[in-house]
C-alpha cells in the first residue's frame, strides 16, 4: 500500500490542514504497518505552473512519449506516476482566497491528463483514475456551504476528482477566525471524523 501526503498551505508547521494530513497520516501509517509514505510538501517545493511546454509533456500519454520526451520531462510526469501508484491521497488544501492555494492547483493541472485519467466519449467525459481514496484536509477561516457561492475550494476539489473517476472524502475544519473556542471545537469534530477513516 502506498500512502500519498500532498501539503500546500504557506503558513508553516501551525496550519491547520497541515495538523489535518499529519493526523490523517498517522492514521492510516498506524492501520496499515508497512505501507509507504510518500510526502510532497508544494510550499517547500513548489511546481512551475504548466505552460505550453509542459502541457505537451504531461498531456501526452505513456504510449505516446518518446525517449526525448520523457527524459526531457521526468518530474512532469513523475508528479502523474506517484498519483496513480499511490491507494491513499491526502491532500491539505487550505482556503486561500476562496480557492485552493495556487501551488495546489499546479499539482492537480499535472492529474487532468487525457486518455491516462479521463477521456472523452460519444456519452460524455468518464474518468479512469478510480481505485484509490482521496481524501482531503480542508481548513476555512470562515463558515462556508460547501458549492455556495463563495466556495470555489472544495467545489473545484470535489469536480475536479469526480471527473477523473473519483469521490474524494472531505475532513474540514472551519470557523478558525471566529476564535479559539471555534476552533477547538471545530478540530475536535474533524479528529473524531479522522480516527473513524
Known sequence: MQILRIDSAVTGANAISRKLTQAMTDHFMATNPGATLVERDLEKDPL???????????????EDHTPEMAAAYPAERAVLDEFLASDVVIIGAPMYNFTVPTQLKAWIDRLGVPRVTFAYSETGPKGLAGGRRVIIASSRGGVYETGGPAD??????????????????????????FGPEALEKSMAEAMSQIAAL
Open 48 to 62: 512551475p505552473h504548466i505552460d505550453q511546454v509542459t502541457t505537451g509533456a504531461i498531456r501526452m500519454p505513456p
Open 152 to 177: 470555489f475550494q472544495e467545489a473545484l476539489l470535489l469536480g475536479f476528482f469526480r471527473f477523473i473517476g473519483l469521490e474524494a472524502e472531505i475532513v474540514r475544519v472551519q470557523g478558525i477566525g
